[in-house]
């Protein structure tokens, strides 16, 4: 069974910075042969893309956070990272790491004055 763990959520005021990261254990070889990334799910709404990065370096950001986050994946270790900048109330959600179908357990961020 595949496990994703994630780490690096947490409180932060608005216009602040976090990196969220993603350890998946599987070998480097399988790793890289498929898509990883982030979505997030605020309350009372639907979990929804944030930063996807494909196998084949294509990546994908949703509108919304497009010049403020950045996805980054390193296939020798297995992970998968968000570094997100200005951060506005609105990223609030749990972020939950993904590859091949296989989710992590979630991350909360909450960004607060």
């Known amino acids: 069974q595949v496990q994703l763990v994630e780490s690096g959520g947490g409180l932060v005021q608005p216009g602040g910075s976090l990196r969220l990261s993603c350890a998946a254990s599987?070998?480097?070889?399988?790793?890289?042969?498929?898509?990883a990334g982030w979505y997030r799910q605020a309350e009372t709404k639907q979990r929804a893309v944030v930063a996807l990065?494909?196998?084949?370096?294509?990546?994908h950001y949703a509108d919304s956070v497009k010049g403020r986050f950045t996805i980054s994946r390193d296939n020798a270790k297995n992970m998968v990272y968000l570094q997100m900048d200005s951060l506005k109330p609105e990223d609030t959600a749990v972020y939950y790491c993904?590859?091949?179908?296989?989710w992590g357990q979630g991350t909360q961020v909450t960004v607060s004055s």
């Open positions: 993904y590859w091949n179908n296989f």
């Open positions: 990065s494909a196998s084949g370096g294509l990546i």
């Open positions: 599987v070998t480097g070889s399988i790793f890289r042969i498929s898509a």
